[in-house]
């Protein structure tokens, strides 16, 4: 079996090297280098923004991309030598008295229901963990122990380094176009210079681009992309220890100083570029919410393009009606934490295993209920 994998983000490159440790032929078609766009970009937390927000098979997808990602990470640290910084640094959501919407009750409540372990600590256990915060609007807060995090350009490295090692090759500045079909079905693509690349099967893996794609080739597959800009500051070691959200912003710390601050949601298609109104806004939002943070040096910003999904799920699977089309794509805020399993499954259903029963909740042809609080808001 040959698989054509048209996308050289996460998605597509782990999916490759899982396809190919299964005896799968494939190779990766990137437009420019592989990656280069989202998944170079993201902030690298492994948990959804909000989780309780989701269906429930979103969560039992979320467990079972966790809990493969401690052995991924070995695997390829030896494989490449390449270490990708996960780290289980914490993640906590202080309350504050001026907060809009509180998140405690649901955050509890599904905390328990998916084990995850969880404290809830009064202003002074927050402030003794995190004296960077600003104390005197503070309520209360929650503590995910457990929660980890990456770093998105090392783990990319890590991925194409053992996409090298797997001898699956990848080739680069190959615009896909078009999809080759026969009256049996899917045979292949072409890229925008003529050249065809045959298989048995096409993954369609290119993120915020797959839904340009998609209607292209006669299948609505509504993904979108968000920008989202991320603005990196650098202080002394250990200012912050924990990844801290709050509904207007995150802040993430490195183990080297960094601290990046992040993210804005914007819908203004493929416009690239950071603004200043946007970098100021969250910068703003740092001050107000961990005011430690502000003798850190601004050293850099960037942004990326989240392919955003109405309902805020992924689209993956068989493409129905298209024999030998397959998709995983629409991964929105949560393509790096959902990336193994995503590669995990794609390559069992690929080559005929069974997935888990929660997989058709991702299927591509599914009627996605558009949610604003989750998803694209426009469609
Ligand atoms: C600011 C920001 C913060 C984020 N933070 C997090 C986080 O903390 N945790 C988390 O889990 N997720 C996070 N995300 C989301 C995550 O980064 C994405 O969901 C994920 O990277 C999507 O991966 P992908 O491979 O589908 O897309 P991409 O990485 O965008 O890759 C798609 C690839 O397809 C290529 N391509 C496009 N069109 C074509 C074509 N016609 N032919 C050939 N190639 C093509 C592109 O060049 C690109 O390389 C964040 C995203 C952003 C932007």
Redesign the pocket.
């Known amino acids: 079996m040959k698989v054509i994998v048209?996308?050289?983000?996460?998605?597509?490159c782990l999916t490759a090297c899982m396809l190919k440790q299964r005896g799968v032929d494939c190779v990766v078609?990137?437009?420019?280098t592989?990656?280069?766009?989202?998944?170079w970009?993201?902030?690298?937390?492994?948990c959804p923004i909000h989780p309780w927000l989701y269906p429930d098979d979103f969560s039992r997808f979320v467990d079972d991309s966790l809990m493969l990602f401690p052995q991924l990470r070995e695997q390829m640290e030896q494989a490449t030598g390449v270490d990708i910084q996960y780290i289980e640094s914490g993640l906590m959501i202080p309350e504050f008295e001026s907060d809009l919407v509180s998140h405690r009750d649901a955050a509890l409540a599904w905390s328990r229901k998916f084990n995850w372990e969880v404290e809830a600590l009064s202003v002074e256990e927050t402030m003794l963990m995190e004296p960077s915060l600003n104390g005197a609007q503070l309520k209360s807060s929650l503590r995910w122990p457990k929660v980890s995090q990456l770093r998105n350009p090392r783990l990319l490295r890590a991925v194409q380094a053992w996409m090298r090692q797997l001898l699956i090759p990848c080739v680069e500045n190959?615009?896909?176009d078009c999809l080759l079909e026969s009256s049996c079905g899917v045979t292949g693509v072409q890229d925008s210079k003529g050249q065809k690349y045959e298989g048995d099967a096409v993954l369609l893996?290119?993120?915020?681009?797959s839904g340009e794609?998609a209607e292209k080739w006669g299948c609505s597959l509504p993904v979108k992309p968000v920008k989202?800009q991320?603005v990196l500051l650098h202080g002394p070691v250990g200012t912050l220890h924990h990844i801290v959200k709050h509904d207007d912003a995150y802040f993430v710390p490195r183990s080297d100083g960094r601290v990046l601050v992040?993210?804005s949601m914007e819908y203004v298609g493929f416009k690239k570029g950071n603004t200043p109104e946007v970098v100021q806004a969250l910068l703003h939002a740092m001050l107000r919410i961990a005011p430690g943070l502000k003798d850190a040096e601004i050293e850099h910003q960037w942004?990326?393009?989240?392919?955003g999904s109405p309902d805020g799920m992924p689209y993956i699977g068989p493409v129905e009606s298209r024999k030998g089309l397959w998709v995983a794509?629409g991964?929105?805020?949560?393509?790096?934490?959902?990336a193994p399993a995503t590669a995990v499954m794609v390559s069992r259903w690929m080559t005929g295993e069974a997935v888990p029963e929660y997989m058709h909740s991702f299927l591509p042809g599914r009627i996605s209920t558009a949610s604003e609080t989750l998803g694209y808001p426009e469609f």
Request: aromatic share 6%; with cysteine; charged share 10%.
């Open positions: 048209v996308g050289g983000g996460i998605i597509g078609l990137e437009r420019n592989p990656g280069h766009e989202a998944s970009a993201g902030a690298g937390i492994l190959c615009h896909v893996a290119c993120g915020s681009w794609l989202g991320i992040g993210a942004m990326g393009f989240r392919p794509s991964h929105y805020r949560n393509g790096v934490c959902l």
